[in-house]
């Protein structure tokens, strides 16, 4: 069974402190590790899509990478706009429509 | 409208109620799904449809029960509905579906409550 474990739970960064998130996964057979962010009351809104140990994505202050057993979310002198929670998914095993998700981290970043 | 809309965005209903919900996707997808996300839980997929055909089925309980007339509307209808329901609904689409690596575009949600 694929499981997915963020940690951490919540985060509280203050204005341009830097930190990461991290997304370990266990499953049969990575196709994709995906990144959303999602803030309250709303969906999920894509970011990355990873598909193979070593990749690493970017876009403004976030910078996503990926390992064979984990995938870490950057983020660079974050604004209070990345406030969000931080949800990480992955995909596995041939013809699936299956995401599993983890929980997410939940981001707070103060002025 | 562009990406995937939902509505109502919010939706009280008792337990002997019946209702439905929607979802229309603007991105010329062929796959839609439907998500259930509760507090402090993982979202957890219900239900997909792949070019209009049901495809999968997560051990969904009968009162809800999807329909997808055509590729671009999803429906999720609702009845006799119990209070451990209440939740954020979403409703996603995706290119193909028979894909695994593809990535699933997601609707606002509808947040449900049920009394």
């Known amino acids: 069974e694929d499981q997915v474990t963020q940690s951490p739970e919540a985060l509280r960064l203050q204005e341009g402190e830097s930190s990461s998130l991290n997304c370990s996964y266990t499953?049969?057979?990575?196709?994709?590790l995906f990144w959303y962010r999602q803030d309250p009351g709303k969906g999920p809104e894509f970011l990355f899509t990873l598909y193979s140990a070593g990749e690493e994505k970017e876009k403004e202050r976030l910078k996503a990478t990926l390992t064979k057993k984990e995938s870490f979310l950057h983020i660079t002198a974050p604004k209070p706009e990345d406030s969000a929670t931080y949800l990480c998914?992955?995909?596995?095993?041939?013809?699936?429509?299956?995401?599993?998700f983890g929980k997410g981290t939940k981001l707070s970043v103060i002025p | 409208e562009t990406g995937v809309t939902q509505t109502p965005r919010h939706l009280v209903m008792g337990m002997t109620n019946k209702k439905s919900l929607k979802c229309e996707q603007h991105l010329g997808h062929n796959a839609m799904y439907w998500y259930k996300q509760s507090a402090k839980k993982p979202l957890e997929l219900m239900f997909v449809?792949?070019?209009?055909?049901?495809?999968e089925n997560n051990s969904v309980p009968s009162r809800f029960s999807p329909e997808c007339p055509n590729s671009s509307h999803l429906f999720l209808h609702l009845h006799t509905l119990q209070p451990e329901d209440s939740a954020l609904y979403l409703c996603?689409?995706?290119?193909?579906?028979?894909?695994?690596?593809?990535?699933?575009?997601f609707g606002p949600g509808t947040r449900l409550l049920v009394l």
């Open positions: 998914a992955v995909h596995s095993g041939a013809g699936s429509y299956q995401l599993t």
């Open positions: 499953v049969s057979g990575l196709r994709g």
């Open positions: 996603a689409s995706s290119q193909d579906g028979s894909l695994a690596r593809e990535t699933q575009y």
């Open positions: 449809y792949s070019l209009e055909e049901r495809v």
